[in-house]
Each structure stands twice: as structure tokens, then as C-alpha cells.
């Protein structure tokens, strides 16, 4: 493997906080005058170094003196040698290390008085300290009897002195007649020293783990593949990491489990073996060939041995630790993969090769499954018998919602389908396995499976067969970003081979539903509602319930985002009680998917937490990944809207690592990781993740994928201080939803739109712009979408000093955004009625709800909002306690004119506004400064010394 990179050594302790804080607690006594032995056990490479350098970290950081030492192999031949190893750590000791250093050097230790001798006056050094020490001990396995004597016998005597000593051991290095094995065995049930067990990480630390060392988690089938690789242990994890980034995966990236076994462990494996009989070695060369696991019966078979053989070879095998036996008592398994693969890596070609013919002849006799037997003659290169298990596992696998082990079977009967196979059977196994490739996430290699599959039923000539992989390979091209003319081009070319074909009915149905949900995606309803009632008809006509299921699917969101909210929920829930009920696992996960997202988007998010939990759930369990993956990334949505931060972004890198090159699911992950970059306040991470979403959403043109990265961008914009930037991005998110008559995406940049407006001082074009989406939203009454208009009315008026009216509109649109759970709208609803009460002169409700939006932002870490929060209440802390008017910037810029002698017209051709706009404000600035003639303001406008930073216009008298 060449040097370990450094890069992929973990730079956090994972797992054993409860091990360290035992440890702390042992510290604080010794602290106090009671020390004791602990021991730190656990198989090679399972962090007892590392576990023990946390420790001794943390003593010396409390002041405690260390000393250290540590055996290696061979140690045992010298006596003294791990006492005299710990001499040089005592040296600022002094006295006490002259001790030690007198005892270790002492003799030869031979003769029995001679060495009690040695033993006795070695305790007495070791329990000889008057300040608080910790001895660090390493590989206590590989000690020599003498220092392990003597550590056994101070070890009573430690719990009255400030010593502690933690010393570390391999459990897999205690074999029988081992020098450590009887004096630990003392020590624990004599209760003269205790002893924490490292166990190996389970499955979510051991992901914590390859996050940690690359930055970001892997995604689950990777991160699953090396955790079953590694078993957990936490140096396996590091070399197989290190090994992929060797072997040009990229720095301490992995894929798979398929990374050549590193060096390192191999050969420490194969060292190992090396002092094994040559009977048992047989044994375990046989062993590893049938595989991680093994049944003793088939074992006995391969080897053609004697049955007390095998059972005398496991037996050594176990007390050398290579082997234990299985939970379920009928058979063994390797320690961990790694022994496996080392042993198995071992075997010459032609010698594994005979092997695996045994294994596959005895399991076939003994009546093994066909994954077993296919697995087995294919490494046998046997590849007929081992093509006719694969077919008949795969069809197993898929009836068994095992879509990940049926991909894995098709592909072998792929690899091992004989050459001159007919040609039908080819192209049903190209289809057969291309639908599980998209039930597993496989976009690539669906479409490649596809496009062949394809290919071979046309040149069978037998177009019906061609057009049913039609839907699929639309699906497939949607999902890797192939824009909509593409997709419905694609479905037509499907109809048109079948156009007069008898019997194709069913295939006609299916095309016409894929039609339907293509434009469903575009939003399109009408299409979309037009073709789905054709292809729902032909179906019921036809007794076709997954075609009329899969249009249901489609047609569930038409309706909800058509405003047709009963109907749509009423359907949702009809179609996943019938496809449950029948074991329509793809239409099930596909329903709860189509009504889980729609939900989220349409700010029903209590609905949207059930579909998607529950659909999450099935889709992994009956393994559909595609649609298991989009339904995190729209849950990732959902908790981000509702003030979830953590857990979206949790769910979005994720998903992020897990979808690869799929288009659709990583804009959103894009979108969502954008939108919480913006809340904390990180513009370039917003950037960079939102424009890789918009310059793929402008290839797809959906305003679905599309629309929502655009008000992101709008958002940041605004955000950024460029209000002119944030308006043409909201006209663009405008234009997208008016093409295709959609009010959902259009709603987040209502509020957007009108600030950015208001932002650059143009009050018309917010208005227009405001009316300009109440048509839209108007026109759908989706109820998510309407407290965007009164919040937007409530901005405009406040901003034309109508606190009353500013004030009603708001409270409105505030108790609406946090029933719905809204957490970025309702937290600037609070702020914005902030402001309102500042500006009318109410400072207690203004401080009460700044302080109020200030508490609901910061445990999210919106520190754009909390920050806002701050600022409005620095502003009204500010404020002068009497005289202050509370007049807006505006109402103070038209006073300022007023002062210089302007009418109302002169004063609206200078702002750019209109005359009655103008003259609401000199009536709010009247009734502010209770005041009823136009030269009180000038009064006000002189005595404040207030002055206008523009050029007041000129008056002809």
C-alpha cells in the first residue's frame, strides 16, 4: 500500500466518552490518595492507544505527573524489560527512578528467594510515589514475568497510594499459557484491578467516525459496505480509507467494499498464520473460500476431512483468535472481514478456483440457496450453473423487496450469461435488471441497462416489448436533468410503436400516465390533468390497478397544487390504503413520495412530517432508494421551514452523499444548503450552492426545480444589500410561475419582492409587483400561499406610515405563519410588527416582540434574524424618550421638503411618487407631531435641525 496517509487518521475520539469519563473518575480518586490498576482491553486496532492517550491528556492537564512505558514483542525473554522501560519516564522522579532502575537491573532473577527478592522491592517502587502519578503502560501482552510479578503484587497496595497505573492489552493475544492471561485472571476476581472493554463501533459511529476524517459522511450504501468491512474497528476503518485514497479514489474516499485489503493488515494476518498447524491451516484456507461465515457441516464436506479433524483445527483456530463461534451455535465466523480476506487473499488462483467448485458441489448437495451457489460457481468459473442461480435468486431477491441483493444477482447472471444465450433472454434480463436499478437509485446505470435493453427488443422486432421500458427511460433521463420537450418527445416516440399493435393497450396506459406525470413536474396541471384522466380510464377499462395507481400518484398532486386541497388528500390517502393493501411496494413508496413533497411545498407541514416519515420508512424497508432519498431531501425542506436547522442540514449532506449524479434530488439538497448558508449569514456557501443548482435548474426549465433556487438567490441578493438584484430575480421567479399558472413557488417571493422594492425606494413597483402575484395566488387559494399577501400589504403600509392598517395586516399574516409552524416568515413577521410598534410609539410591544423573534432565531442559529433582532432593538433603545415624533424615513424626507417650501406635486415629482401618496404622509406627519398646519413642520423640521440630504425643488412663487 505504500505509506498510511496521515490524512485519514481520525482527529477525534469516537465512541468511548463513557470509557474516559470511568477513567476521570478513577483519576479524581487517586487524586485523593487511592490509585489503582485499570486495564484497557480490546482486539488490535480498536483504539487502546488512543484511548489511553485521552486519558493522560487529561491527567496531566489536572496537573498529574506521568510516566510511561510499553512491551513489544519479545519483551518476555528479558526479564525487568518493561520496568526498565518505565525507569527513563521516572527520571524527573529521582529517587524513585534509581529504585526501579536497581530492581530491573538487579540479576538475572534467577532463584527463587532471588527473585521474590526483585519482585518485593520492584512493588515497593511502583507504589513508592508521594505526588499524584499516572503510569501509562502499553501492550501488557508482550511483558516479561517479572515485571508483570511485580505489577501484581503492587496492585492491593495502590488503592492507599496516588498511583495509578493503566496499562493497556490485546484480548486477542490471551492465548492459553499466555505469561499475562493467569495474572490478569487474578487481579480482576481478586478485585485488586478492574478492566474497561473496548467494544468494536456500531454502524452510526463508525459513520461518525469516516466523517470525522473526511468532512463529511459518505453516503449510507458506502458507509454501510466499509462499516461491514471494517466491523467496526476503528484502525480498519482508518487503512481502508487510507487504501482508497491509494488506489485513486480520492483522498480517504471510499465506494465500496471492493478496496484491495491494505498491507498493514495483511501481513500482520498472514504473521499470524504462520504458527498455525498445517492441518488447521487447511481448515481455514477452506474456511475463508466458503465465506465471513461458515457452517461446520459444509466445511467438513470441502475438506474431505475427518470430522474430529475439523473440530481439533477450529479449536486451535478459536484459541488463536482467528475464529469464534456464531450466535446461533451451528456454525462459526472469522474474528472480523479483514482475518477473512487476508487468508482468503492468500490462496493461489488455480487452488482457490478448486475450492470454490467443492464449495459449490457440497452446498448444492446439502441444499443451499441459489445467491450461495451462484456465488460460488461463478468464482469457481463455472458459468452456466452459476448464470441459473443468479436468474433464480434475483427473482427471489425482488419478490423479497431485496432490490439491492437482486442488482447484485442480475449483474452476476449478466457477467455469466453464456454467449450463445437467445436473444429474448438477454433483453429480459437487461429489463428485468433495470428495474431495479431504478428502484435502488442507479440513474447511470438505469439508463445504460435501459438504452440496451431497448436496442436488443427492437432487433428482437417486437416494439411493445420496446415501448414499456419507454416510461422508464423517461423517468430515468428526468432524473438525470433531460428538460421536458425531451421526456414527452421521448413518451410519443413510445405511442407511435405501438400505434395500431393489438394487445397494447396496457402499454398505451402506462405511456399516457408517464405523459401525465411529465407534466405534472413542469407544473403544467392542465396537461398534466387531461392526460391522466386518459390514461386512468384506459386503465380502469383494462382492470389495470397499478397503471390506475401510478396516475393516482400523479393526479394527488394536479389537485393539491390546483387548490383542490379535500380531493387531493382524499385520494393520497385512498391510494396508499389500496396499494398497501395489495403489495404495490413501487406504487405505495411512489404515492407516499408524491403526496409527501407536495405537502412540503405547499406549507402543509404537519401533513408533510407524516407522509414523509412514513414513506421514508416503507421506502427503505422495501429498499426503492430513489424515492427513499427524495423524500429526506423534501423532509430536509420541511425542517428547515419549520426552524429544524440541524436536522435539515443533517438530512441534506446525507442525501447529498448518497444521490451522486441524480439531478433532481441534489438541487433541492442544493437548494435547502443554500437556504440555511443565508440564514447563518454564510453569503459565499449560499452562493456556490445555490448557483450549482440554478445552472442545472436552467437546463431542466421546471419551475419546481427552478423556481425555488431562483428565490434563494433573490433572497441573498436582498441579503447582500443589492435590492436591484433581489427585484430582477423576483420578476424571474414571477415570469417562471405565471408560464404555467403556478401559485406554490410563487408565494416565497411575494414578501421578497415587495422588501426588495421597498429596499430601493420605488413603493409602485411593490404595489404592482404585489398585485401582480395576488392573481396568481388568488386565482389557486392554496391556503399556505395567502398570508404572503397580507404580509406584503402589512409592509406596504407600514412603510407609507399606516401604522394602524401596517399593524392589522400583519398580526394577521403573523398568528397564520406560526400556525403553519413557518419559521423564516413568522420570525420576520415578528420583527416587521416590531417595527410597527416602534414606529406608533408602543415601545414595550416593540422591545417584547423583537425580543420575542430574537429567542425564536438564536437555538436555530438564524443569525441573520437574531442579528436584525439586535439592531432593532439598539435602534429602539436609541430613541429619545420625548419630542421624537416616530415619523418613517420616508415621512421625515417629505417634512424636509415641506421645510424647503415644496406642494404636494412638487414633492411627488421629486420622490417619485404620487400626490395622494404624499399627502397620506403629511396627514401621519400632522397627527405625529400633533400638529395641524404645514409651517408646524417646518417648525419641526428647523428647530431639529434636521436637513435633507437632497436638493429640495425649486418653488416658483
Known sequence: MGMRSEACLCPTLIGRSDLVDHAGRRTDEMLAGAGGLLFLAGEAGIGKTRLLAEIVERAAARGVRIARAGAFPRDAEVAGGLLLGLTSSLETLGPLAERLRGV???????????????????????????????????????????????????????????????????????????????????????????????PRLDRDATARMIGAILGATPGGPASAALFERSDGIPLHVEELLAAAGAEGAGPCRTTASTVRLPDTLADAVLGRSRELSEGSLAVAAAAATIGRRFDVDLLTAVTATSPDAVDAALQELSDQFFVTPGADGTGYDFRHALIRDALYGALPPHRRRHLHARVADAARDAGFGDAFLSDQYERAHQPRPACTHALAAARHATAMSAHVEATALYRRAQRTLPPDAPGRVRAELLTALSVELIAIDDVPGAEGTLNEAYAHWLALD????????????????????AALDHRTG????????????????????????????????????????????????????????????SVDAVLIPVLLFGGRMDEGWRLADTTIAETRAAGAEAEV??????????????????????????????????????????????????????????A????????????????????????????????????????????????????????????????????????????????????????????????????????????????????TGARSFLARCATLLEKRNIPGTLPALDHADGLLHLHEGQTGKARAALDRASAEWDRRRQFWEGTQALLDRARCAHRSRRPADAVALAEAARDRARPVGAVVLSEAADDLLAEIGRREPSGAPGLTPRETEVARHIAAGATNREIATALTISPKTVAAHVEHILTKLQATRRTQIASWVHVTGARSDRTPPDRRT
Open 104 to 198: 530491573a537491573t538487579g540479576g538475572s532473577a534467577d532463584g527463587h528467594t532471588r527473585r521474590r527478592l526483585l519482585v518485593r522491592d520492584a512493588a515497593d517502587a511502583l507504589v513508592a510515589a508521594d505526588e499524584p502519578l499516572l503510569i501509562a503502560l502499553e501492550d501488557l501482552h508482550w511483558a516479561d514475568e517479572l515485571s508483570l510479578d511485580a505489577l501484581e503484587r503492587a496492585a492491593p497496595r495502590l488503592r492507599t497510594a496516588p498511583v495509578l497505573v493503566v496499562a493497556t492489552y490485546r484480548s486477542d493475544e490471551l492465548f492459553p499459557r499466555s505469561v499475562l492471561r493467569d495474572r490478569r485472571a487474578r487481579l480482576l476476581t481478586g478485585r485488586a484491578a478492574e478492566e474497561l472493554r473496548l
Open 462 to 481: 417486437d416494439p411493445v416489448q420496446a415501448a414499456k421500458l419507454v416510461p422508464a427511460l423517461a423517468t430515468v433521463r428526468h432524473r438525470l436533468g
Open 490 to 549: 421521448l413518451l410519443r416516440t413510445g405511442l407511435d410503436l405501438i400505434a395500431e399493435r393489438p394487445g397494447a393497450e396496457h402499454v398505451r396506459a402506462r405511456l399516457l400516465a408517464s405523459l401525465s406525470a411529465a407534466y405534472m413536474f413542469d407544473r403544467r396541471l392542465d396537461e398534466s390533468l387531461a392526460h391522466g384522466t386518459d390514461a386512468r380510464a384506459l386503465a380502469v377499462t383494462l382492470g389495470d390497478d397499478r397503471t390506475r395507481w
Open 589 to 646: 413508496s411512489r404515492t407516499y413520495q408524491m403526496v409527501g413533497s407536495s405537502a412540503a411545498v405547499l406549507a402543509e407541514y404537519d401533513a408533510a412530517e407524516r407522509y414523509l416519515d412514513e414513506g421514508i420508512t416503507y421506502a427503505g424497508r422495501t429498499e426503492h432508494f430513489a424515492d427513499r432519498n427524495y423524500m429526506v431531501v423534501m423532509r430536509a425542506r420541511v425542517r428547515w421551514a419549520t426552524g429544524a436547522w440541524s
Open 648 to 763: 435539515a442540514r443533517a438530512d441534506a449532506e446525507q442525501v447529498l452523499a448518497d444521490v451522486g449524479g441524480r439531478v433532481l434530488a441534489r438541487i433541492t439538497t442544493q437548494q435547502v444548503l443554500g437556504y440555511l448558508a443565508i440564514g447563518r449569514g454564510d453569503r459565499d456557501a449560499a452562493r456556490e450552492h445555490l448557483e450549482a443548482a440554478y445552472g442545472v435548474g436552467t437546463e431542466l426549465r421546471e419551475v419546481q426545480r427552478h423556481s425555488p433556487t431562483i428565490w434563494g438567490l433573490a433572497e441573498l441578493a436582498l441579503r447582500s444589500g443589492d435590492s436591484g438584484g433581489a427585484a430582477a430575480r423576483c420578476e424571474e421567479g414571477l415570469a417562471a410561475s405565471d408560464e404555467v399558472g403556478d401559485a406554490a413557488y410563487l408565494a416565497p417571493f411575494v414578501l421578497t419582492g415587495v422588501r426588495a422594492y421597498l429596499a430601493g425606494d420605488d413603493p
